[in-house]
């Protein structure tokens, strides 16, 4: 049986999708068969940083209704044979899924994947609701800002109330990936730092991602970071997030602020 993690936040606009794709893509890499289901129905922004927004023909919708077969639906990635992706629809609304038809899809890709990772909508609305319901486990994104923080801490309280999980009195495994972390900002008090993200939130650090163009470069051309650049430093801190999933005991670098040379600081001087 396949392992499901639902990937959340309760904020937009933290990496949350460049996340999913980036940690499916490194878990793919490793020889785990890995489906991605992108839960945003009605925006649908999964295929596109996949790079397979051209291959969609039938989605999660689709699927959950029961009017087209999972087979159908799947895409398989073309550089990873192990690495697949479940569409979101882009012409329909939330209130689209039902709880009874998500458990019948998600029932069926645990047979089928290793890992089940699911890109949840931002919020605390009914499709981030669903898209968290049959995990197994949970990657809480944020970024250092205290209205991600605080709303990251809403989402671990769903995740304790609203899972099937929690409410047959099991614990949900929760982790935090801290994104688009800067050192130089973190060191002048311009963010939180990672030990104020972590006293609040009180749950395990899965990894942080440094602020970096590459993820960027990579999303614009449909592809994760971790495939397009894998030398990237943000590439891989994902690498080892995804190792650390998988059970590896990697402790967890904080960035450093990048010194520059002398050419460099003439050079960024004349500039300004």
């Given at each position: 049986?396949?392992?499901?993690?639902?990937?959340?936040?309760?904020?937009?606009?933290?990496?949350?999708?460049?996340?999913?794709?980036?940690?499916?893509?490194?878990?793919?890499?490793?020889?785990?068969?890995?489906?991605?289901?992108?839960?945003?129905?009605?925006?649908?922004?999964?295929?596109?940083?996949?790079?397979?927004?051209?291959?969609?023909?039938?989605?999660?919708?689709?699927?959950?209704?029961?009017?087209?077969?999972?087979?159908?639906?799947?895409?398989?990635?073309?550089?990873?044979?192990?690495?697949?992706?479940?569409?979101?629809?882009?012409?329909?609304?939330?209130?689209?899924?039902?709880?009874?038809?998500?458990?019948?899809?998600?029932?069926?890709?645990?047979?089928?994947?290793?890992?089940?990772?699911?890109?949840?909508?931002?919020?605390?609305?009914?499709?981030?609701?669903?898209?968290?319901?049959?995990?197994?486990?949970?990657?809480?994104?944020?970024?250092?800002?205290?209205?991600?923080?605080?709303?990251?801490?809403?989402?671990?309280?769903?995740?304790?109330?609203?899972t099937v999980k929690a409410e047959k009195g099991e614990t949900i495994n929760k982790h935090?990936?801290?994104?688009?972390?800067?050192?130089?900002r973190a060191a002048r008090g311009e963010m939180l730092s990672i030990e104020d993200v972590?006293?609040?939130?009180?749950?395990?650090?899965?990894?942080?991602?440094?602020?970096?163009?590459?993820?960027?470069?990579?999303?614009?051309?449909?592809?994760?970071?971790?495939?397009?650049?894998?030398?990237?430093?943000?590439?891989?801190?994902?690498?080892?997030?995804?190792?650390?999933?998988?059970?590896?005991?990697?402790?967890?670098?904080?960035?450093?602020?990048?010194?520059?040379?002398?050419?460099?600081?003439?050079?960024?001087?004349?500039?300004?």
């Amino acid at each position: 049986m396949g392992k499901v993690i639902v990937v959340t936040s309760g904020k937009g606009g933290v990496g949350k999708t460049t996340s999913t794709a980036s940690l499916g893509a490194a878990l793919a890499q490793t020889g785990k068969n890995v489906v991605l289901i992108d839960f945003d129905v009605g925006l649908r922004n999964l295929d596109l940083v996949m790079g397979a927004e051209r291959r969609v023909v039938f989605d999660l919708v689709n699927v959950a209704q029961e009017n087209a077969k999972l087979s159908q639906a799947l895409i398989r990635d073309k550089r990873i044979n192990s690495l697949f992706l479940l569409p979101a629809s882009q012409t329909r609304d939330k209130d689209a899924l039902t709880e009874e038809g998500v458990g019948r899809v998600i029932a069926a890709l645990r047979e089928k994947f290793d890992y089940v990772i699911c890109d949840s909508p931002a919020g605390i609305e009914r499709g981030a609701q669903l898209a968290m319901r049959f995990a197994d486990e949970a990657v809480i994104v944020t970024n250092p800002e205290v209205s991600s923080v605080r709303d990251s801490d809403r989402i671990i309280g769903l995740l304790d109330a609203k899972t099937v999980k929690a409410e047959k009195g099991e614990t949900i495994n929760k982790h935090i990936l801290v994104t688009r972390y800067d050192a130089a900002r973190a060191a002048r008090g311009e963010m939180l730092s990672i030990e104020d993200v972590l006293e609040i939130l009180s749950t395990p650090l899965l990894g942080i991602i440094p602020e970096n163009q590459g993820v960027l470069r990579a999303s614009n051309v449909g592809s994760p970071v971790t495939l397009h650049e894998p030398t990237n430093v943000a590439a891989k801190a994902y690498v080892e997030a995804a190792r650390r999933l998988l059970g590896e005991k990697l402790p967890v670098a904080l960035p450093t602020v990048e010194k520059k040379g002398f050419l460099d600081r003439i050079l960024g001087r004349k500039a300004a």
